[in-house]
């Protein structure tokens, strides 16, 4: 069975720094793109980075550019978001997911397969 399974989250001081983990497995997630979305309490899921299938090709959300950094590690099935420099409005539940297509995107209509979600709340 498909299955993509975050970590990574928790409770961090504004100004700090946590790297969140999608492990993937029941399929190789290599082949496909995969992003990361957030959503935060009363507001609509956001995009915030993608990357191609290989990724040599990334993609940020305008909220989040310079600080988020996305990577992914094929021979692990698993996907990486490094976020640097926490401001309390990045408190979320973050979503990884996969688009089988090679390039992705940012809407999230066009991702096939998502995870449950990581808490990350940020304090000021």
């Known amino acids: 069975q498909e299955q993509l399974v975050e970590s990574g989250g928790g409770l961090v001081q504004a100004g700090g720094s946590l790297r969140l983990s999608c492990a993937a497995s029941g399929r190789t997630f290599g082949d496909y793109a995969m992003g990361w979305f957030r959503q935060a309490p009363g507001k609509e899921r956001e995009f915030v980075a993608g990357?191609?299938?290989?990724?040599?090709?990334?993609y940020y959300g305008d909220s989040v550019k310079g600080r988020f950094t996305i990577s992914r590690d094929n021979a692990k099935n698993t996907m990486y978001l490094q976020i640097y420099n926490l401001k309390p409005e990045d408190t979320a539940v973050y979503y990884c997911?996969?688009?089988?297509?090679?390039?992705?995107?940012?809407?999230?209509?066009?991702?096939?397969?998502w995870g449950q979600g990581t808490q990350v709340t940020v304090s000021s």
């Open positions: 990357i191609s299938w290989d990724g040599t090709r990334t």
């Open positions: 997911a996969v688009d089988f297509e090679l390039e992705g995107s940012d809407l999230e209509i066009d991702y096939d397969y």
